[in-house]
């Protein structure tokens, strides 16, 4: 039995570090291969499917706003039914800048998309992320409901029901045109855009910053008797998450040149929940995943059998919950892990 | 004198309102705080029986009393098959899981009812005695929202009885303070549930089928007034049957008032009072705080 | 035991952890009543008592995790009482729970990680990756190696057994270099075939932390105990060496029971 006491002074080799598990964690962030694939696709994309650039924009706007809520949601555990405030506030922050001329530059008008958003997520974090469960989840709801309603009495502002209809955007940098025939300069636009942000997120969740987030999804007892801020963190962790909805928000804007009371919907946040567990939150590619099939079968199906769409998905949902709860991206995972050991097996 | 009865009609407006939005939402309540179950699905369960009752008496012909009962025990029935064969499977997973579960039987209850009724509204032809109005004395009001209000007010001491006087009410009661001890004490916490469900989708349905007058009846039914129902149950406190009563006539009312004053925006009121309530109390007025 | 140098016996008697007239009720529950402590510096310092006597309610007052009725903390003479849990974490104070509270879904070396960066402040940063701490992450291998839990690293805390679990448990506690350490049950649960690792550990740890450890295992207490304070009904019932508190006639009545030891 040894009698070493613990701790000493830890070797200053990196002798410790490889170990495996340490070197694992230290490899952690680096870039596989496989993560080209998603920027390679949106390439291929554009000049395989040139009638579809409406289509692509759209998509990746949608798949920004899931990974979005894939900060909040599946790293943070913050269960909200409300995120469209800040996609709406971002679209209307856009607009109306667009519509009275008072701001038409597209980048940043996105940057004051995201300032507006945040805004409007620190201010109600900081007062909801007191509560958890039910009453969390209703607090995010009504504030949601409380701007929509906001927007819709301003109406002499925001268009009211109506919306505001054809909003000037300047061209980027001066040079790319938005033009509503012609989408591409809205496609590469928004993929960059997308692409940036991406970046971000991707650096955040590889960050110890990422990783004490994990920890308050998984236990948060665990988290503040380890001295860690709890509430500074998610409430930190909100505000950003409403910036990048934000900027989704301020990119549908300005690739629609429109902007109504549909960006703060019930229906946009109930939908971009279904697509983040879908897909598979928590997994940083699972919003790729559950926005492209959704987007795809809600374009195919939808427009010929609504009400068949409805009753698939809802049977689709169904099933997800009992059985795949982690959505596309779990299911792909356990069927790897399988496929390893049933080849390390034989 | 003309001010009173202006101001007493549109109380009543609001109390039967309310009324409607208690008996939908009390079901939810209790099965809220009985299990934790995150149960988006209630408002389709009021659908779902609220056309059992209006096509009963449409289609069929049924009585008033016969419909309601249809669509009562139709309901129950329902809720009994997804109770045992989906619902109990998530009675330990987190709220994502059963939030998504609980909209995902929203759209397949809307979807159905599409496919099988159609899409347009449902109108309810109310029986002849309950059309018309009614002499209260100093004025006159429509009979059927006197009707509901009294029977709103004879169901929520019905089910207050139930609780304080009977066996099961107990039962329910102290599951509901104190699960763990409850079981430990020899309570059926499951079957419990089962019956509570049943009954509570029940009520919706009742709730449903009254309030298709006013709330109309058609597919988007479970979505459109989800919301409502939600604030009902949290600002009352889950559990809490007095808590739900208090909290859906104040809604209706309040909702009821703005809709006549204010109808371009009003229900922000609505949003920022629920918003207000739960941060001062986060269990609702009459929930039970968690220590 | 060896003899202790007059320098080490200086720091030995210093005054860690301190309650005075500690009370707290729920209702008309009275959980504690009136509970003056002291825990040393280098204290080996078990608190034992029947179920209900409120011993983790102690623990969640001394750490923060609850507040007081009544009553004051300190810490090396400093008054905690209004402090919050981070508060003391950063005075330290480190607590483990009676069931485990891990990150079952992360490795055990990202769970030690965990409590580790964020001692040294590491966590709240966002814009390089957690493999750029090196620091951390050796520091949390060394915890690993000394605790025998290296093997593991890798592994999710989930695929563990129970008892390396709970080992896990005080592993995380100790990356936080406490100077008060509270143990709550440290071996509950644990099969008796695995609950010397969790001896091992207890033993080895540095001596001028200063170790409260609630058990109900005699073994344990009578192992590693220097001093024993039994707690019936939320009020201090008994405190002694471990040898007194064995011989103690009313502690047998009331908790050991007539078979006792020996």
């Known amino acids: 039995m040894s009698t070493e006491a613990i701790p000493a002074a830890p070797a200053t080799t990196l002798g410790r570090a490889n170990h495996p598990a340490a070197r694992l964690l230290i490899a952690r962030h680096h870039l596989r291969w496989w993560e ?311 | 004198m003309n001010a009173a009865i202006d101001f007493a009609s549109i109380l009543l407006g609001g109390l039967a309102a309310g009324t409607v939005l208690f008996i939908v939402s009390v079901g939810l309540s209790v099965t809220m705080g009985l299990m934790g179950f995150v149960n988006l699905a209630h408002g389709a369960f009021a659908m779902f029986g609220g056309y059992i009752i209006v096509l009963a008496m449409n289609r069929a012909h049924f009585g008033f009393p016969v419909a309601l009962a249809l669509g009562f025990l139709g309901t129950a029935a329902l809720s009994v098959v997804l109770e045992q064969s989906l619902y109990r499977r998530l009675y330990r997973a987190g709220e994502l899981d059963q939030v998504l579960l609980t909209i995902g039987l929203i759209f397949i209850f809307m979807a159905t009812l599409t496919i099988l009724v159609g899409p347009q509204s449902q109108p309810l032809q109310l029986p002849s005695e309950l059309g018309g109005q009614i002499n209260l004395g100093f004025m006159q009001y429509r009979t059927y929202s006197i009707f509901l209000i009294v029977v709103g007010a004879l169901i929520v001491v019905g089910i207050w009885l139930a609780f304080e006087r009977t066996r099961i009410g107990a039962q329910i009661r102290a599951t509901v303070d104190n699960r763990r001890m409850a079981e430990s004490l020899g309570i059926n916490v499951d079957r419990l549930f089962t019956i509570t469900f049943a009954f509570g989708s029940g009520m919706a349905a009742l709730g449903g089928g009254l309030g298709a007058e006013f709330l109309g009846l058609d597919p988007q039914y479970a979505l459109k007034y989800l919301v409502y129902f939600l604030i009902a149950v949290s600002v009352g406190g889950l559990g809490s049957v007095v808590g739900v009563y208090y909290a859906s006539l104040l809604l209706g009312t309040l909702d009821f008032i703005l809709k006549l004053y204010l109808p371009k925006g009003g229900t922000i009121f609505i949003y920022v009072l629920t918003i207000l309530v739960l941060l001062w109390r986060p269990q609702g007025l009459f929930g039970r705080k968690s220590a | 035991m060896a003899a202790l140098s007059r320098e080490a016996y200086g720091i030995m008697t210093e005054l860690r952890l301190e309650t005075r007239a500690l009370s707290r009720r729920f209702g008309a529950l009275v959980a504690l009543q009136e509970v003056d402590f002291k825990l040393a510096a280098g204290a080996r310092h078990a608190l034992i008592g029947p179920n209900g006597a409120g011993k983790t309610t102690f623990i969640n007052l001394l750490a923060g995790a609850l507040p007081p009725s009544r009553g004051r903390v300190l810490l090396k003479g400093e008054d905690i009482t209004d402090k919050k849990q981070a508060a003391r974490v950063k005075l330290g104070i480190a607590r483990t729970f009676q069931i485990n509270r891990l990150f079952r879904g992360l490795s055990v070396l990202e769970n030690v990680c965990m409590s580790v960066a964020e001692r040294v402040g590491a966590a709240p940063t966002m814009f390089y990756p957690v493999g750029r701490r090196t620091d951390v992450i050796e520091e949390s291998m060394h915890l690993l190696d000394v605790l025998k839990l290296a093997a593991d690293a890798a592994h999710r805390v989930s695929e563990l057994p129970y008892g390396r679990q709970r080992l896990v448990e005080i592993a995380i506690a100790i990356g936080l270099k406490p100077d008060v350490l509270l143990l709550d049950e440290p071996a509950a649960g644990v099969p008796s075939a695995e609950s010397h690792i969790i001896l091992d550990a207890i033993e080895r740890l540095p001596e001028h932390i200063a170790v409260l450890i609630i058990e109900h295992d005699m073994d344990l207490v009578f192992r590693f105990a220097k001093r024993v304070t039994v707690m019936v009904g939320g009020a201090l019932f008994a405190e002694g060496t471990p040898r007194e508190i064995e011989d103690n006639p009313q502690v047998r009545a009331v908790y050991l029971g007539q078979a006792g030891r020996g």
């Open chain 1, 36 to 346: 080209t694939l998603p920027w390679l696709a949106a390439a291929a994309f554009y000049f395989v499917f040139p009638d579809y650039l409406g289509f692509g924009t759209s998509l990746m706007i949608t798949i920004l706003f899931a990974l979005s809520l894939d900060l909040a949601l599946g790293y943070a555990g913050i269960i909200t039914l409300g995120h469209a405030a800040f996609f709406g506030a971002g679209a209307y922050t856009v607009g109306l800048l667009a519509f009275h001329n008072i701001w038409t530059e597209p980048i940043t008008s996105l940057m004051l998309a995201a300032l507006a958003a945040a805004a409007v997520g620190v201010a109600s974090g900081l007062v909801l992320l007191r509560t958890q469960g039910l009453t969390l989840l209703m607090l995010t709801l009504c504030t949601m409901a409380l701007l929509q309603e906001g927007a819709n009495m301003a109406h002499d502002f925001t268009g009211g029901f109506d919306g505001l209809p054809s909003l000037d955007i300047a061209p980027v940098f001066g040079v790319f045109e938005f033009n509503p025939l012609y989408p591409d300069t809205q496609y590469l636009y928004t993929l960059a855009i997308l692409f940036v942000c991406f970046i971000f997120i991707r650096t955040l969740i590889y960050s110890p910053f990422g990783q004490s987030l994990t920890g308050i999804r998984e236990n948060l007892l665990r988290m503040h008797a380890i001295g860690a801020p709890v509430r500074r963190r998610l409430v930190v962790c909100y505000t950003i998450s409403a910036a990048l909805a934000g900027i989704a928000g301020g990119l549908w804007a300005q690739t629609n040149a429109y902007v109504n009371l549909s960006a703060l919907d019930l229906d946009r946040a109930a939908t971009v929940l279904i697509i983040l567990i879908l897909g598979g939150y928590g997994r940083l590619y699972g919003a790729f995943v559950g926005a492209a099939a959704y987007m795809a079968l809600e374009h195919f199906l939808a427009r010929i059998y609504p009400t068949a769409w409805q009753l698939g998905l809802g049977l689709l949902l169904v099933v997800v919950a009992l059985y795949a709860r982690n959505g596309m991206l779990g299911l792909g995972e356990v069927i790897w892990r399988r496929y390893r050991a049933r080849r390390t097996a034989s």
